[in-house]
């Protein structure tokens, strides 16, 4: 592919965007980009490098910014908190890119407490909604969150992150969105495009085409407000580990899954881990943390069973009135006892009178309280990539993909498979098999990074796709996505030039090249 070709910033250029933002929100010091890029990726590449980043405080300064990247032909590429780490951080794809970062427009704009939901500006982290709702009276009012909790709301949801509440299953909370566009005009999706209209963030719609998830994992506009609908704190809140203790019983509890989420029992977004990828939580599971060679499966059934956690094991939880909620857990623990040696660990339900402190990460996790736990979790000196495909909440599907995945990690990086599955709705579930790297080791990386650009084209010619990617290996994630010729790519293509003829917004995100990039 020849569309990343580096772009070198002009002096005017810079010297325009100083203008509007003053020397110190405009970073240029190798020292200073550095600090401003994945970690997770041998650093002594420079492949995707950036030539500034540029921190605005108000929309009218992004609105300039675009203008004058427009008349330069500079490639921008925006990020939120740029903490998306393992998916090329805040790094552009194109090297040389100039890196819009909205650290510095994080406030939380709007709480309305009837409707339940927020305003935020795109920097605003989980932790700074978390905080506002608790300081300003509103600690009744709840977030789906990420697993940690220094992400932004808006940089997550624009990439099709997951949270894992009940307002976390399809991607429901995101509502409303500004939106500035290449030609630095100003665009409000949904009701928001009424003047004064009074149920921007209360309606997912407006009258015509539906624009909000056009900006998700695209490159048509830059985001500068979004509304999040928020969960009132429910009466009472019983999370759930469910454990699933042999391997060959993965089909069954996903079938059991299926129908508990069907009916509405199993709400939210429960994901469930294999031994592997719980060795980094579970002391009791010794030492193991990859790396050393392939684990014999006699081996890992020993860990499952004398851990207790089973070779996966499923966190979820029940929201709702406390008499729902007891009629929840015991269905659940009536369908999940189908499974032969199974349990289902249910320790304390929450009422708003006991609410915490919660001593369990995952506790924590579903009932929207943000912390930075799990990445504490990860030694230094290690990083991971993911390679995730949506798969149909079949238990035959998935036990599928899981052996797929298992053999092109023990063949490829000589490893045991570490995964995980986040059951993004009642009928699929989004597949993480996550590969760990030893930041130091540049052949390790670029196995590993070769190992996923193999499983995005063997598991696209089975049918599976890559929810997210990172930018390293999107543009063969899109290419698997070819139905008629890439009538998908043509059509997406045809919107960029038609809101971005310059090519200057994110060129190359998800695949998606402006005209004067494409080959
Ligand atoms: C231990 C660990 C656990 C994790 N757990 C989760 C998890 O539970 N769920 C999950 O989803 N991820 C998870 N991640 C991945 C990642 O850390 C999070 O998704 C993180 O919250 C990303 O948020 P961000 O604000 O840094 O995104 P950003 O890096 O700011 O944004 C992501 C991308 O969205 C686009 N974008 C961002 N802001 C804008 C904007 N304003 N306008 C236009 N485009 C924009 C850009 O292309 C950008 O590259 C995890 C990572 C680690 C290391």
Avoid at 249 to 258: N, P, Y
Avoid at 396 to 405: A, T
Avoid at 457 to 470: I, N, P, V
Wanted: proline share 6%; hydrophobic share 40%; glycine share 10%.
């Amino acid at each position: 592919m020849t569309s990343a070709v580096p772009f070198e910033l002009p002096e005017a250029a810079l010297a325009r965007f100083r203008d509007i933002l003053g020397d110190d929100a405009v970073h240029v010091d190798e020292a200073q980009r550095d600090e401003y890029r994945d970690p997770y990726w041998y650093q002594p590449d420079r492949t995707y490098d950036s030539s500034a980043v540029l921190y605005p405080s108000s929309t009218e300064q992004v609105q300039e910014i675009v203008r004058v990247a427009g008349e330069y032909g500079v490639p921008l590429w925006t990020s939120s908190q740029g903490r998306n780490n393992g998916y090329g951080g805040p790094s552009g794809r194109v090297k040389g890119s100039v890196l819009i970062s909205f650290r510095r427009m994080n406030k939380v704009l709007e709480i309305n407490h009837d409707l339940a939901y927020a305003v935020v500006e795109p920097g605003a982290r989980w932790f700074d909604l978390y905080d506002a709702l608790q300081e300003s009276g509103n600690d009744d009012l709840l977030v789906s969150i990420t697993d940690i909790g220094w992400g932004s709301v808006i940089g997550n949801s624009l990439d099709n992150g997951i949270t894992y509440m009940p307002l976390g299953a399809d991607f429901m909370a995101p509502t409303g969105m500004e939106v500035v566009l290449a030609d630095g005009s100003l665009l409000r999706t949904g009701m928001g495009a009424m003047p004064g209209n009074k149920a921007w963030h209360t309606y997912k719609r407006g009258l015509g085409p539906t624009l909000d998830p056009l900006f998700t994992q695209s490159n048509f506009g830059i985001v500068t407000k979004m509304g999040f609908w928020l969960m009132p704190k429910p009466e009472a809140y019983a999370p759930l580990l469910m454990t699933i203790p042999r391997n060959d019983q993965l089909g069954q509890a996903v079938d059991i899954m299926r129908e508990l989420r069907l009916e509405g029992t199993l709400r939210g977004v429960p994901s469930f881990y294999n031994i592997v990828a719980m060795a980094w939580q579970f002391p009791e599971l010794g030492e193991y943390k990859g790396g050393k060679g392939i684990i014999p499966e006699e081996e890992l059934d020993r860990m499952a069973r004398d851990s207790g956690l089973g070779r996966w094991l499923m966190r979820g939880a029940s929201w709702g009135p406390a008499e729902v909620v007891e009629a929840q857990v015991k269905r659940i623990k009536e369908r999940w006892a189908e499974i032969e040696g199974s349990n289902v660990q249910h320790s304390t339900t929450y009422t708003r009178d006991n609410w915490g402190p919660f001593e369990l990460l995952p506790d924590k996790i579903q009932a929207g309280v943000p912390s930075m736990d799990m990445a504490n979790l990860v030694p230094e000196g290690i990083g991971h990539i993911g390679f995730s495909p949506v798969v149909p909440l079949l238990g035959s599907e998935v036990v599928k993909v899981e052996r797929m995945m298992s053999e092109f990690i023990e063949t490829r990086q000589n490893d045991n498979l570490s995964a995980g599955a986040l059951v993004i709705n009642d009928r699929s579930l989004v597949f993480v098999c996550n590969m760990n790297l030893v930041l130091d080791d540049e052949a390790q990386v670029k196995r590993s990074f070769d190992t996923v650009r193999e499983m995005v084209k063997a598991f696209g010619a089975e049918g599976y796709g890559e929810y997210r990617a990172h930018i390293d290996f999107q543009d063969d994630a899109a290419e698997q996505y070819s139905f008629g010729d890439h009538a998908y790519r043509r059509f997406v293509e045809k919107i960029k030039d038609a809101v971005d003829p310059q090519g200057i917004l994110s060129p190359g995100r998800h695949g998606i090249w402006p005209a004067n990039r494409r080959p």
